[in-house]
Structure formats: C-alpha cells, structure tokens
Nanobody, 129 residues
Framework: QVRLMESGGGSVEVGGSLSLSCATS????????MGWFRQAPGKEREGVAA???????TFADSVKGRFTISKDNAKNTLYLQMNSLKPEDTAMYYC???????????????????????WGQGTPVTVSS
C-alpha cells in the first residue's frame, strides 16, 4: 500500500502563487505517472497536470502557462507550482499516482482519474479577489 501526502495549500490573493508538494510513503515506489487533480465545491473532479517518469508533462487548458508540474525522483516527491492564480483555481487539490508495477498512461491519459490507483487526502487552495 502507498500513501500520498500533500502539503502547501493555503489562501492567496488573485495573481499570487502557491507551491504544492506530494510525498510518497515508500522509497521503492516508482510510478510511471503522477498527477494533480482538483475539485471545487459543487463541481466534478478534474485533472490539472500530470507527469511521467521521463519528465513529460501534460496540463489542462485552464492552467497552461500558469502551472508547472515537476518531480524529484530522488525524493519521490511531486510538485505543482501555481502562478497567476485566479478565483476559479479555488478547490481541494489532490495528488494521484499510478500503480507500480503497471501504469504508463502518461501523458496521453494523465488527466483521466481512472488511470490512478492511489490518492492523497487533498490540500485546500483558496484564491480571493
């Protein structure tokens, strides 16, 4: 079993920045694809960004040019740098990861939640105007 632990959420004003992190509970866990999802109140969960083990990333259109996803393979930690934040970015943000072994659906299906077996508890992001 693998646990994912997000951190870094908080409140920020429009135009501000936040950086999210997602640590995994096992050093020997090497998923081929990890991603970030978000769910705003009253809305469905949506894929934000995903990255494969080679560093190829994919982004939702709504965050392209503003968000960056990266992964420190040595620390087995996933990051999401969010810049130029907008009120519509307000949501609970979740980290997700594929099974290991298996997976390999990034980047083509990296924003689809059925790719992932493991999910974190979420970290809240609030953007106020």
């Amino acid at each position: 079993q693998v646990r994912l632990m997000e951190s870094g959420g908080g409140s920020v004003e429009v135009g501000g920045s936040l950086s999210l992190s997602c640590a995994t509970s096992r050093d020997d866990y090497r998923p081929k694809c990890m991603g970030w999802f978000r769910q705003a109140p009253g809305k469905e969960r949506e894929g934000v960004a995903a990255i494969d083990s080679g560093g190829v990333a994919t982004f939702a259109d709504s965050v392209k040019g503003r968000f960056t996803i990266s992964k420190d393979n040595a620390k087995n930690t996933l990051y999401l740098q969010m810049n130029s934040l907008k009120p519509e970015d307000t949501a609970m943000y979740y980290c997700a990861a594929e099974p290991d072994p298996g997976g390999g659906y990034c980047p083509r299906r990296g924003l689809m939640d059925d790719v992932y077996n493991y999910w974190g508890q979420g970290t809240p992001v609030t953007v106020s105007s």
